[in-house]
């Protein structure tokens, strides 16, 4: 029968290991492209063009993805 710090000392190892499976090594930039992505999900559906500006900004929203994921593959 396991003793009470040998269960413990498993939970712990199990959570250090699920946390080394799910470690993001770039949580801000990740932050960033998700508020993009929620952004241009909002501009795709307004119900006006505002002159030509919602799409601008949906082409803005579009090269600051892209540079984001030259971002993370530079970190590699």
Do not use: C
Request: charged fraction near 25%; proline fraction near 3%; hydrophobic fraction near 45%.
């Amino acid at each position: 029968m396991l003793k009470k710090t040998s269960l413990v000392v498993l939970g712990m190892g199990l959570a250090l290991t699920w946390n080394a499976f799910t470690y993001e090594p770039h949580p801000m930039i990740r932050a960033a492209q998700k508020s993009l992505l929620d952004a241009q999900e909002s501009l795709k559906h307004a119900d006006r063009d505002f002159g030509g500006h919602r799409v601008k900004a949906m082409e803005h929203i579009r090269m600051a993805l892209d540079e984001l994921r030259l971002a993370i593959a530079a970190d590699r």
